[in-house]
C-alpha cells in the first residue's frame, strides 16, 4: 500500500537558518512525488513535483530511491515560508494523490 | 475560470440531517477528487470521477457518503444522517487525466461542523 510518512510535525527554524522537511515512503515501484503546501488562510497548492526538478521559491526536493526520501530543503529561510507543508505521492498510473500528515513550518525572526 | 469553487464555505448540521457539497472545478479539467481533512491530518481521499465515471469509491468512509459529477463538469458530495465524526473539512481538487505530474488544484474546501 501506498504510504507518506512526515515524521515531524512542527519544525521551527530562525531566519536565514536552512531548512530540511523529511519525507520518507512506501511504493514498491516508482513513484510521482510532490510537495504541496497551505499558507495561511489560503489553499492548498502545488510548491514543487520530482519530475521537474525545479527550484521554486527557493526549495528543492530530490528524489532518493534508495531511501525512498524526498526531503524539501531551502539553504535560507525567510519568515513567509511559514506555512503548512504535505507530501504526496502518486503512481504513474495517476491514481489519485496520498498525503502525508504534514509538516508546520515556522521561521522565527 | 477562477479554478475550483466549492459551496458553501461553511456549514453547521445538526446530527441525523443530511448535507450536500458542491464543487465546480476548472472547465477544463476532466477529473475531479474529493478529500476530507480533519485537524492535524493531511486530506484523505474519499473518492473521484473521470468525466461523469466514478473510478473509485471504496475509499468512502461509510455507505452515507454519496458522490455524484452527472455532466462530469459540477460534483457533488452528499452525507446521509451526519454524524459528529463527520465534522471536518471536505476538500476538491481536479486535474487533467494522464497529467498527474502537473498536480491538482484545490479548491477552498468546505468546513462541515456537526452539533
Known amino acids: 500500500a501506498q504510504r507518506v510518512t512526515q515524521p515531524e510535525k512542527l519544525l521551527s527554524v530562525f531566519k536565514g537558518a536552512p531548512v530540511e522537511l523529511k519525507c520518507n515512503y512506501s511504493?514498491?515501484?516508482?513513484?510521482?512525488l510532490f510537495w504541496y503546501v497551505q499558507y495561511s488562510r489560503q489553499r492548498l497548492q502545488l510548491l514543487l513535483r520530482?519530475?521537474s526538478r525545479e527550484s521554486i521559491k527557493g526549495f528543492t526536493a530530490d528524489l532518493n530511491k534508495g531511501e525512498t526520501s524526498f526531503h524539501l530543503k531551502k539553504p535560507f529561510a525567510q519568515e513567509e515560508d511559514s506555512a503548512m507543508y504535505y507530501c504526496?505521492?502518486?503512481?504513474?498510473?495517476?491514481?489519485?494523490?496520498?498525503f502525508g500528515k504534514g509538516t508546520r513550518l515556522s521561521v522565527i525572526a | 475560470d477562477t479554478g475550483v469553487s466549492q459551496d458553501p464555505r461553511h456549514k453547521i448540521t445538526k446530527r441525523g440531517q443530511n448535507v450536500t457539497f458542491r464543487c465546480d472545478p476548472i472547465s477544463e479539467h476532466n477529473r475531479l477528487y474529493w478529500y476530507r481533512q480533519t485537524l492535524g491530518q493531511g486530506p484523505e481521499f474519499l473518492t473521484y470521477?473521470?468525466?461523469?465515471?466514478?473510478?473509485?469509491k471504496s475509499r468512502l468512509l461509510s455507505d452515507r457518503f454519496s458522490a455524484e459529477r452527472p455532466k462530469g463538469s459540477f460534483s457533488t458530495l452528499e452525507i446521509q444522517r451526519t454524524e459528529q465524526g463527520d465534522s471536518a473539512m471536505y476538500l476538491c481538487?481536479?486535474?487533467?487525466?494522464?497529467?498527474?505530474?502537473?498536480?491538482?488544484?484545490f479548491g477552498s474546501g468546505t468546513r462541515l461542523t456537526v452539533v
Open positions: 470521477f473521470q468525466n461523469e465515471a466514478q473510478l473509485e
Open positions: 511504493y514498491s515501484g516508482s513513484p510521482e
Open positions: 481538487a481536479s486535474s487533467l487525466s494522464g497529467r498527474g505530474s502537473y498536480g491538482y488544484t
Open positions: 504526496a505521492l502518486s503512481d504513474p498510473g495517476n491514481t489519485p494523490l496520498v
Open positions: 520530482h519530475i
